[in-house]
Nanobody
């Protein structure tokens, strides 16, 4: 088990920034790839970004590339998502998740947080 707790969501105006955090419990955090996903009302959950176990590799969805940055601090068991130049279409519940594989496939993620709401006003 890898309990995950997201924080940092909120309401922001278009063009603004937010930083999401995802804190993990347990001693195996550094062995997992960590991903961020989001789900808007009425839509399927979609991939946002992933970082490998060491932080040396990252991959982003096309819609967020250049605006969002994923990072991790294994000493703090935490992964971050820095979101800049936010747009109303970024509004969603954001989830962090852990996987033993580096990738964007949602089915490969075994552990999920409860989500944090991000709302971007126009």
């Amino acid at each position: 088990q890898v309990p995950l707790v997201e924080s940092g969501g909120g309401l922001v105006q278009a063009g603004g920034s937010l930083r999401l955090s995802c804190a993990a419990s347990g001693r195996t955090f550094s062995s997992y790839a960590m991903g961020w996903f989001r789900q808007a009302p009425g839509k399927e959950r979609e991939f946002v970004a992933v970082i490998n176990w060491s932080g040396g590799s990252t991959y982003y969805a096309h819609s967020v590339k250049g605006r969002f940055t994923i990072s991790r601090d294994n000493a703090k068991n935490t992964v971050y998502l820095q979101m800049n130049s936010l747009k109303p279409e970024d509004t969603a519940v954001y989830y962090c998740a852990a996987s033993s594989e580096f990738g964007a496939t949602i089915g490969r993620y075994n552990y999920w947080g409860q989500g944090t709401q991000v709302t971007v006003s126009s």
